[in-house]
């Protein structure tokens, strides 16, 4: 599976943007899914998942209310859509993805749990 994280860039506090994570290689539609942030000198960080089976989802505390996740399994590709943006969410965004051994509503937090990963997508918030 190859993931390719695209939708990033640089907007000023109060905006928004959507980032996708198109998949390639084979079909992620029961595949858990994630993204991640990692700001500069920090470590990487949980910011929404998405279950295997699409019914349960997650957002980090931090963007809770502000982004929602999502995935279109017709496209094989997952979105992270990001409003009231603030320059705290400045970072390099990344999806995940990993094969689950069942289907459920079960999500994985941790970037350890994930065996494949996009490229990252920069996101730059102005205050």
């Known amino acids: 599976v190859q993931l390719q994280a695209f939708g990033g860039g640089l907007v000023q506090a109060g905006g928004s943007l959507r980032l996708s994570c198109a998949a390639s290689g084979r079909s992620v539609s029961s595949y858990a899914m994630g993204w991640f942030r990692q700001a500069p000198g920090k470590e990487r960080e949980f910011v929404a998942g998405?279950?295997?089976?699409?019914?349960?989802?997650s957002h980090a505390d931090s963007v809770k209310g502000r982004f929602t996740i999502s995935r279109d399994n017709a496209k094989n590709t997952l979105y992270l859509q990001m409003t009231s943006l603030k320059p705290e969410d400045t970072a390099d965004y990344y999806c995940?993805?990993?094969?689950?051994?069942?289907?459920?509503?079960?999500?994985?937090?941790?970037?350890?749990?994930?065996?494949?990963w996009g490229q990252g997508t920069q996101v730059t918030v102005s205050s």
């Open positions: 998405i279950s295997g089976s699409g019914g349960t989802i």
């Open positions: 995940a993805a990993r094969i689950v051994v069942r289907i459920d509503g079960r999500l994985y937090m941790r970037s350890s749990e994930y065996a494949y």
